[in-house]
C-alpha cells in the first residue's frame, strides 16, 4: 500500500505564495504521473496540476502561469509552488499517484486565501 503525505498548507492573503510538498513511501519513479488535484467546498474535485515520469507537465488554465509542478526524485516528494494566489484557490488540496493499475490518493492539505 502507498502512502501519500501532503503537507505545506495554511492561510495566506491574497498575491501571497505557498509551496505544498506530497512525500510518497516509495519511489515515485514507479508511478506513471503524478498530480495535485483540489475541493472546494460544495464544488467537485478538480484537476490542478500532472507530471509524468518524464518531467511532462499539464496545468489547468485557472492556474498556469501562477502555479508550478515539480518533483524531486530522490525525495520521493512532487511539489506544487503556488504563487499569486486569489481567493477562489482557496480549498482542499489532494495528492495523487496514478500507479497503473491503481490510485493513490493523499489525506489533503487545506489552503485558504483570505485577508
Known amino acids: 500500500q502507498v502512502q501519500l503525505a501532503e503537507s505545506g498548507g495554511g492561510l495566506v492573503q491574497p498575491g501571497g505564495s505557498l509551496r505544498l510538498s506530497c512525500a510518497a513511501s516509495?519511489?515515485?519513479?514507479?508511478?506513471?504521473?503524478m498530480g495535485w488535484y483540489r475541493q472546494a467546498p460544495g464544488e467537485e474535485r478538480e484537476l490542478v496540476a500532472t507530471?509524468?515520469?518524464?518531467?511532462?507537465?499539464n496545468y489547468a488554465d485557472s492556474v498556469k502561469g501562477r502555479f508550478t509542478i515539480s518533483r524531486e526524485n530522490a525525495k520521493n516528494t512532487m511539489y506544487l509552488q503556488m504563487n499569486s494566489l486569489k481567493p477562489e484557490d482557496t480549498a482542499v488540496y489532494y495528492c495523487?499517484?496514478?500507479?497503473?493499475?491503481?490510485?493513490?490518493w493523499g489525506q489533503g492539505t487545506q489552503v485558504t486565501v483570505s485577508s
Open positions: 495523487n499517484a496514478d500507479g497503473y493499475r491503481n490510485d493513490y
Open positions: 516509495r519511489s515515485i519513479l514507479s508511478f506513471n504521473a
Open positions: 507530471i509524468t515520469t518524464g518531467g511532462r507537465t
